[in-house]
């Protein structure tokens, strides 16, 4: 089993950039989920779950041009749905993501900002299972994990044998701890991959099981993992499962 690719996800909500090689940092990828947008009134991170109202959101890009400080504002490029590209150090970012939102936003450094847990890992032969009729590709990108798997030979959900276990990938360890479950984001359009409303009746049809032993079965796709021990991973790295 090998690291098929590789994404980071600078801005929480925001779509991600393909990178060939990451660290894995005590609190996951280096330079991922480092900066939200905040809701103004509320001061909530605008999230696309929330898909009514920021669900936009995902249909924007971002990306780090520089990893030398990944908080540095001038090193993050925002990309928006109409092709306008903007540093996160210009003035204008926070006029336009509200333009964007319709409601008046900011874009904030926080501390990594995940819903569930530091990494998210996706196989090719739990996208393939699916059958969603998109390429590969583009079924991969719609659950936005950081890491995917390729695995030769193997079919249906494997990574969901995973939990409990020490998966090694490059000089990395993680440590598989719940299945993914999923939700409405899966059914809404970013970047090249199309709104599809039947998706979460499509995962419920395929892999309805519990996310953590004892829990009620939820629509999973992919697993969630804390790290173990830190270390780089490249695209092409050999994966084992202990």
């Known amino acids: 089993m090998l690291i098929r690719e590789l994404w980071r996800y600078p801005v929480k909500s925001f779509g991600g950039e ?3 090689s990451a660290t894995i ?3 996951g990828l280096r330079g991922d989920h480092l900066w939200a947008v905040v809701d103004a009134e ?4 605008a999230g696309a779950k ?9 249909t924007c890009r ?7 400080d990944v908080r540095d504002r001038a090193a993050l490029e925002l990309t928006l749905p109409d092709g306008t590209a903007v540093r996160g150090d210009d003035s204008s970012v ?9 409601r008046e936003v900011r874009l904030e450094a926080r501390r990594r900002t995940y819903d569930e847990a530091h990494l998210h890992l996706l196989s090719t032969s739990a996208v393939e299972t699916l059958e969603t009729g998109d390429p590969v ?5 719609r659950f ?3 890491i995917v798997l390729d695995a030769p030979g193997s079919h249906g959900f494997v990574e969901d044998s995973w939990l409990g276990r020490s998966v090694a990938l490059g000089t990395a360890t993680i440590a598989p701890t719940t299945r993914t479950a999923r939700c409405v984001m899966v059914t809404l359009a970013h970047q090249e991959v199309p709104a599809r409303r039947e998706m979460l009746r499509t995962v419920t049809a395929r892999n309805l099981v519990p996310n953590l032993p004892g829990a009620k079965p939820a629509p999973c796709v992919g697993i969630y993992a804390s790290v173990r021990a830190c270390g780089d991973v490249t695209v092409g790295d050999t994966v084992t499962v202990r």
Do not use: M, Y
């Open 137 to 141: 590709d583009v079924a991969l990108r």
């Open 18 to 20: 393909p990178v060939r």
């Open 144 to 146: 936005r994990p950081q």
């Open 42 to 45: 509320t001061g909530a991170v």
């Open 50 to 58: 929330k898909s009514r109202r920021f669900g936009v959101l995902l």
């Open 94 to 102: 926070d006029t336009l993501l509200s333009d964007l939102t319709g």
């Open 25 to 27: 940092e005590a609190d």
């Open 62 to 68: 971002a990306r780090l041009i520089d990893d030398t």
